[in-house]
């Protein structure tokens, strides 16, 4: 009878660490069909671009929602040669914020409502 080995455990859990974000049963792919549109070297400059808007003078809350994030992340991509929308890039915030909750990252998607309720600030 073979024992299970702790050491693979591990591996396993430490391969699911090192991508960004979990693994997903639909990867969305362009129009022209070349790619995927958030393959995971776009992912990392995407999260990147989040850090950065959070640390930014554009980080700013109206109603809830941040209003000049989405094309903050829409420059900082083109800048680094790649080309999403805003609309691709709202998309995308949704699709993390469903994956992120209850994760460390969060707080990157969140509005600024769900911070305050994550953090008990509402009542």
């Given at each position: 009878m073979d024992h299970p080995n702790p050491l693979d455990s591990a591996k396993r859990k430490t391969a699911r660490k090192s991508i960004i974000t979990p693994q997903r049963k639909h990867h969305k792919m362009l129009k022209d069909g070349t790619s995927e549109v958030w393959p995971e070297?776009?992912?990392?400059?995407?999260?990147?671009?989040?850090?950065?808007?959070?640390?930014?003078p554009w980080a700013t809350f109206s109603r809830g929602r941040s209003r000049w994030r989405n094309q903050f992340l829409v420059d900082y991509l083109q800048k680094a040669g790649v080309e999403r929308s805003r609309k691709q890039v709202a998309s995308h915030i949704q699709v993390l914020r469903n994956m992120w909750k209850g994760e460390p990252e969060f707080h990157l998607v969140a509005g600024g409502e769900e911070l305050f309720q994550e953090n008990g600030l509402l009542s």
């Open positions: 070297d776009v992912e990392k400059i995407f999260i990147q671009g989040l850090r950065e808007y959070w640390e930014s």
